[in-house]
């Protein structure tokens, strides 16, 4: 989709309220998605390349018209073009003079910064356009192309109200190269009148509708011409060029466009090489001339009334044949010497605005000498660049192209800055995607961590848990199987010992399942205090114990897991005092407080070596749990454990 046209009619709609043309040409743009500035960029280079071309002319020619200077801009100076009759129009297209500045090199010079557009007729006007600073018509080389719905007009008015700085000093001027009025096709401005009027002053002109621009028509389409020079014999009668068109059309303009000119830098022919200085052109009905009427003649005079094109129109004749008579024509210089001849690109014969002259044949006079098919090249459509445009497309293309190379930047710079944009967003995305990937590594890393961390936690409970459940139990089991032994005198106290054995069995049983699960510790020691107790009284078989317990009713503080580790910790205590101390007395302490709790086990055995230490097994259980331990052998002998940690753990 071709959003250029859009961006313009925003553009013409901001000038109508103020607004400054470039300020909503980035609006616009800045309201354009990213696919949509791609698309529109890659319109607007493809609509390019179907456009005609900026190719400026050479050599000497018109100029148009020009003021005087003004040290102030705002000055009011009119243009009239008096078009004799009333003509339907539909379009105004001002044409530039252009001049070579040497800072940004070819500009326009003296064109209006603030104007109107007026038509009108003897009995009514109306202004068909405005145009003020806000409207940023400068800088440009193309013409401006005002359109409008069709209007009823004998005359058109340029009113001007702000003039523009000169190039080379400090004074304003207004400046014009042509002026065309079209009425549909048609340049119905075309040599007619011109009056300029600044205060009292009144002055006619005749170089703004001569029809000559300071542009070569150069078409982005067709193949250049190969434009072949005939050379004149100096015989009688006058040379002549007659088309045939093939049938009667109602002709009212020719348009004579010259042959190539040097592209060699400075030229090395003139701008009009080999122009005919004088042409009388003819038609008739009868290809005889029987009936041949004036059409309209081509008098050079000056090397100023000359140009890329010569336009001529006229009153509307009925014509098959047209006639060129060449009454005139200039010295070419060449290596052979000097001589006479002449050369067209085109003859182009017009019927109200269409040409009728495509491809007809071209019969030269026998004074005429020329390379073979060089008649057949005049009436093609080609001129030296290309495709032979219609006057009015060729001029509506250049404004286009102006319009499009004005909005180019602004969309480039958009999309520039939307690339921009992208990157910092994709940087920043794969920063952010590092920093993720970065996090989730970490956080990888941390939870294997954690893990191994756990199974190594999980691995050391186990071990405890087993050592201490199972080494209890079977230190349980091996005393009553001795004292089962002692007793087999007595079968009443052996069944005694025996079932106590069956009971440590079962209960063994169920501790491997606990210690295999940990997830059963609710059920196994559903009360500390009381299995304490118990756990005592089957292991401290032959010691006195004493067992006392304070602020009971702060135990039920413990979390299960600790209340277990705890209980383990307190049997492996009782174990190792069987096992080692050779006591016959212990205390147990267990005191609860609302912030710690604290067991304290004290025995009358032969007390800790200091070379052995804490037993490992009991380091073990307090880091499990978190508590503080210490272990104290005193003078007289025994040793008591004393663990505190927090209650609520």
Known sequence: MNLAPFIFIVCLLGSCVGYSSQDEERKAVEMMSLPELEVEAVSIQTELGELANYTLRGSVGSVGYRSSSYASAHRKLLLEVDLETEEVIDQVVLVPSLWRDTQVGVRSEGFPIAFRVIVGTEDESQEVASYSVEDQLLPRIAPLVVSFSPRTASWVRIEVTEMSLLISKEKHVFQLSEIFVFSGAENVALQKKVLAQFSSKREQVSSLTDGFTPYLMDAAGGSLSKTRVMSIAEIPPLPTLTLDL???????????????TSLSIPMKTLGTYSMPSYVRISGAKDAEFSDEVFLCKYDQRSPFNTGPVIMRRFDEKVCRYIKLTIVESQPVASFMGETRAIAFSEIEVLSRGGTVSFGAEVVASENLRYWEQAVELMTDGLNYYGEILPTRVWLEQLARRHDLEAIQPVISAELTLRYERQKTYLLSAIWVAVALAVGIAFTFMIVRYRHLRELAAFKERFAADLHDELGANLHTI???????????????????????????TERSGHAVQYVTTLNESSELFSELKTDMRRTSERILTQLEHDFLVEGEEYLSRLKPRTSVDLFLFYKECLVNTCRHSNATQLKTRLVATPREVCLRIEDNGKGIEQSSGVPKSLRRRARLLKAKLNVESSAEGGTAICLKLRNGK
């Not at 093939?246 to 190539?260: D, R, S, V």
């Open 246 to 260: 093939g049938k009667e059309y109602p002709i009212n303009q020719i348009n004579l466009h010259a042959a190539h």
């Open 478 to 504: 091996g005393m009553l199987s001795d004292l089962a032994d002692a007793s087999k005198e007595s079968p009443e106290e052996m069944s005694g010992y025996l079932e106590r054995i069956r009971t440590m």
